[in-house]
């Protein structure tokens, strides 16, 4: 994230720019670009608030307020999750490890053994990764369920997964909003909402 930005939850955003209009005398003019929302002071100060699920139409706080069914995903070759949340709250969920080795930086004849067994190790992870969001999001996607899907990790690694022809109806949802997560485990799926609730508010310098 930006210097000077910050994420903000729904909770928290009306009094942010409550506070901020309040600094700058006002607020004189609001237009909207997609999922952005730009705020423009009397005094000339700029603030651009990117909201979740974009685009914004209409009123940016009843926008962020709005609860949705959410579809998340999360891989990484050495875990994945998969999770469907109503709001903030985590109905459904599954999670999974598989070993990945690191990439070896030894030379030698045993460095192509050990390249191929790590390629065989990744594929077998990320095959695991689509069975978990096949199983957990795929029926609520075809179903009209999900209003949207959030992705998180390793995104060459997520468009491995998403390849898999069982997961063509998630492809549509996915925000625009790729989160940066550590390896996936049942406490990191469950602190995701933190950030794909979350507004993030740039004050233009």
């Known amino acids: 994230m930006a210097a000077g930005s910050h994420a903000l939850p729904p909770d928290r955003l009306a ?7 309040d600094a700058h005398g006002g607020i004189a003019g609001t237009s909207g670009n997609g999922a952005v929302v730009t705020f423009t002071a ?6 651009d608030c990117e909201g979740p699920f ?11 307020a709005r609860e949705r069914t959410v579809g998340v995903l999360l891989v990484r070759l050495g875990g994945h999750a998969a999770g469907v949340f109503e709001g ?8 999974g490890t598989r070993l990945v080795h690191g ?20 594929r077998v992870a990320l095959q695991a990764a689509a069975e978990v969001a096949a199983r957990v999001l795929r029926g ?3 179903a009209g369920a999900l209003d949207a899907v959030v992705l998180g990790g390793d995104r060459r690694a997520l468009g491995t997964v998403l390849a898999d022809g069982r997961l063509a109806a998630l ?14 485990r049942l406490s990191v799926l469950e602190a995701t909402p933190a950030a794909f609730l979350a507004t993030i508010v740039r004050p233009r310098p």
């Open 42 to 47: 009397a005094d000339g100060a700029v603030v």
């Open 88 to 95: 903030a709250r985590l109905v459904d969920s599954k999670v």
């Open 103 to 122: 990439r070896n930086r030894k030379g030698g004849s045993s460095s192509g053994r050990f390249a191929r067994r790590r390629e065989g190790q990744a």
């Open 15 to 21: 009094r942010w720019l409550e506070r901020w209009a």
């Open 54 to 64: 974009g685009p914004v139409t209409g009123d940016l706080l009843a926008h962020v």
């Open 171 to 184: 492809c549509p949802l996915a925000a625009d909003r790729v989160l940066d997560v550590p390896d996936p």
């Open 140 to 142: 609520p996607a075809e």
